[in-house]
């Protein structure tokens, strides 16, 4: 049985079980583990995708064990930002191609469902050509 989604978290960040259980959740991962390195994998591409003020407002959101793989690529700079398949191929390296885009939609809904609102915006206007198409791809499919 899986954990309930965690509610938005303002001011204080949300534990490791439960947001690993919140990415398993969303993207219908078959195991923690796997919702782990998607997390991972996602978390890192977006830690050097974001202005090191943003990375660092979302690290200090995260829980403990996931903080400095954001803080860390805070430093790097990636094109990444402007362009949702570069970031999907640099995932892909970690979790799979087949598996890049449903884990990354997976982390960054799970983002958007727990992150307090004010950083929310922030990630969204840092990462507008980003954000939306890797979120948005499965809800032509859910609909029909």
Known sequence: MR???????????IDLSA??????DMGALATVADANRAARAALGELGSSLS???????AGNLPKPLRQLVRDRSFD?????????VFLQR?????GSVRAAPDARAVLRTLDSILPDVLTAQLHAELASLWGP???AGDARRNE
């Open 3 to 13: 954990a309930a989604r965690p509610t938005r978290h303002d001011g204080r960040a």
């Open 19 to 24: 947001f690993l259980a919140a990415v398993q």
């Open 52 to 58: 090191w003020e943003a990375a660092q407002n979302l």
């Open 77 to 85: 700079s990636s094109m990444s930002r402007f362009a949702p398949q």
């Open 91 to 95: 995932m892909a390296g970690e979790v």
């Open 134 to 136: 890797l979120t948005q």
